[in-house]
């Protein structure tokens, strides 16, 4: 069974910059495609960014484009986000998210591992 296990996040200021990792375990790392989602108070759950098994190739929401990098070390089972240029719009729970795609996915459907997630609050 996959394991997905969030870290990371907390408190930054506007303008700042935060990391959030996600270790992988119970299965073989580079069979995933892997992805970012978040959720703020109130609102559905939204996709932010996605990465193939390689770590080739990504994708990312046009509201964090620019600002957010995804990666992925398959020597060390872990997925990162690195955010940017932070707003107080980007607050909300951080989940990392295990697809058996290997491709990047976009889709929040085709997810079939979540973590427990992981707060990252933004103040201006």
């Known amino acids: 069974q996959v394991q997905l296990v969030e870290s990371g996040g907390g408190l930054a200021q506007a303008g700042g910059s935060l990391r959030v990792s996600c270790r992988f375990s119970?299965?073989?790392?580079?069979?995933?495609?892997m992805g970012w989602f978040r959720q703020a108070p109130g609102k559905e759950r939204e996709f932010v960014a996605a990465i193939n098994w390689s770590g080739i190739d990504t994708q990312y929401a046009d509201s964090v484009k620019g600002r957010f990098t995804i990666s992925r070390d398959n020597a060390k089972n872990t997925v990162d986000l690195q955010m940017s240029s932070l707003k107080p719009e980007d607050t909300a729970v951080y989940y990392c998210?295990?697809?058996?795609?290997?491709?990047?996915?976009?889709?929040?459907?085709?997810?079939?591992?979540w973590g427990q997630g992981t707060q990252v609050t933004v103040s201006s």
């Open positions: 119970g299965r073989t790392f580079i069979n995933y495609g």
């Open positions: 998210a295990a697809t058996e795609y290997t491709i990047v996915i976009v889709s929040i459907e085709q997810y079939n591992y």
